[in-house]
């Protein structure tokens, strides 16, 4: 995954900041902060309570959580709700920009240069969320 957010970095035009401690990638253009990135392996409820609340630490105006999802967890659509959920216990209204889930189950999360990359892709624009607290 770190080549794919590489090669759409430079294709974009941003400074990247990569492997903090989290969240794991920054993207920067003229030294506002853009993109905050979290890339988790594995979805584990962990990530409801320790990235999300990483992302919403930052300014960035987008935040995006991927991660690949084994058989054994929960469906795509029931991860959405719950990472709403958490978003929404988190947010307070002066939140502004989007958070962006992605998700592919790991079977497909191969090697993405080599394979069709087939994934599932939520937005929750923040300031709506909060609005609806």
Known sequence: MEQVLDKIAVKIGVDRQEK????DYLWFKNDR????IEHENDFKEAILYSEIPSLLRTEADLRVLITYPSKTVLPANEM??????????????EKNGSFIFLTSPK?????????????RLWEFKLNQIAGRI
Request: aromatic share 8%; no cysteine.
């Open 20 to 23: 903090r401690a989290s969240p």
């Open 33 to 36: 902060l853009l993109v905050a």
């Open 80 to 93: 959405a709700l719950n990472i709403e959920e958490q978003l929404k216990k988190r947010l307070t209204p």
């Open 107 to 119: 079977e497909w999360a191969k090697d993405p240069s080599e394979e069709p990359w087939v994934y």
